[in-house]
């Protein structure tokens, strides 16, 4: 499974089997998640890729979106 | 068999060996006066329980969460006001700041923080905003070279002796958080008297009034005060109180045993009757669950699992309910020796009363357990 997909099913089992949305779509607008998931999914990017979260890096642009949590992953395992 | 490897026990030892010689004897007293000892802070510091979970690069002890769950758990069985310093300063505060601080921050601050030079509170609840953080009315503006906050916190725990105080402030939608000192000007603390429990603990309300600070006292992003610090604040403490809960519930049902094996009604011992065994077994079910819910919590908060939170929510809220429990059977199984103000049973019932109330009330807890549970009912039972 790559980065994308594990990152969508987490964000999947989460907000539930029945929500579509696509690796594209803000999940912020979509209001799937909350101030409590947002720092769920901050914690799952840290384990699951082995990055360190740091407080400049806490724009929420860099969590919008499976593409968007995938590219600051990529950015920081570069 | 042990629930806790030998290195725990023998740190439960050491504290419980500290609470009693230097905070039991004195525990009735701070009570009765709304104020513990500037001494017992040193002391605390001493030791090093200030700064217990912060990093080793920045002063503190590193230690795991299962050390800070003894250390909650014994400060909470010995006096909650002790407990509740410990919450504000070590879990609300230094932890927060170990995890979102800027390098400046955690290099020059945390330090005094972990060593207990300086004491931190967090300045969250106001006048008409409590369980409904996001709509603090305390306001900030950004200028070029400074913040201005204005605006009122209300019963924040440690505000009378606190150094630095975080401030949840908002300008327009945006949530942002500040370092305040209580020598900037524009700050008034005043002390609230009268509170039913822990009421040591140095209640406060804070006055902000065209209160001017440099912009390197922002805590954490801008417009991130509530996502990002308050959030990670509030479970950093409800850990904090969890344990502290279990620490009375433990409390309660140690001096009921004592007193059930040693009271005579109708010639015996009272607890040879059979509705005061059902209370000591009630009590000691739900001691041995808060236990085993804080500690497991412990478990998941150190492996970093993305639903710590909901753990240590689930830990808060039967601890505090088991509190409140153990707490008033205490009370009914000492008749009116519990009652009188210089028997310890009548604190733990006043302060297990505000263990269901402080770090989110018992009705938020239910809210997010159950919100959680509606989804993800496999990563709590799990």
Sequence with gaps: ?78 | MALLEAAYQEFRSEVREFCEREIVPHAEKWDREEAISEDIIQKLAKKGYLGLTVPGEYGGQGKDSLYYAILNEELGRACSSVRSLVTVHGSLVSETMARWGTREQKSTLLPRLAKGELIAAYGLSEPEVGSDAKSVETSYQEHDDYYELNGQKKWITFATRADIIVIVAKNGEHVSTFLVHRTDPGVKIEKIHGMLGTSASGLGLITLENCRIPKDRLFGMKGMGFIQITNTALDNGRFSVATGALGIALASLEHSISYANERKTFGVPIGDHQLIKKKIADMTVAVKAARLLCYHAAEVRDRKDPSTYVHTTLAKYHASKAATMAATEAVQIHGAVGCLNTHPVQRLFRDARIMEIIEGTSEIQQLLLSNYALKNLTDIID
């Design chain 1, 1 to 78: 499974m790559n980065n994308q997909d594990q990152i969508k099913e987490f964000i999947q089992k989460k907000v539930g089997e029945k929500v579509s949305f696509s690796n594209a779509d803000d999940i912020f607008k979509l209001g799937l998640v909350n101030s409590l998931f947002a720092l769920e999914l901050v914690v799952f990017l840290e384990n699951s890729f082995g990055i360190q979260v740091e407080n400049e890096d806490l724009d929420l642009n860099n969590f919008r979106s499976v593409d968007n949590m995938n590219d600051f992953v990529a950015k920081k395992t570069a």
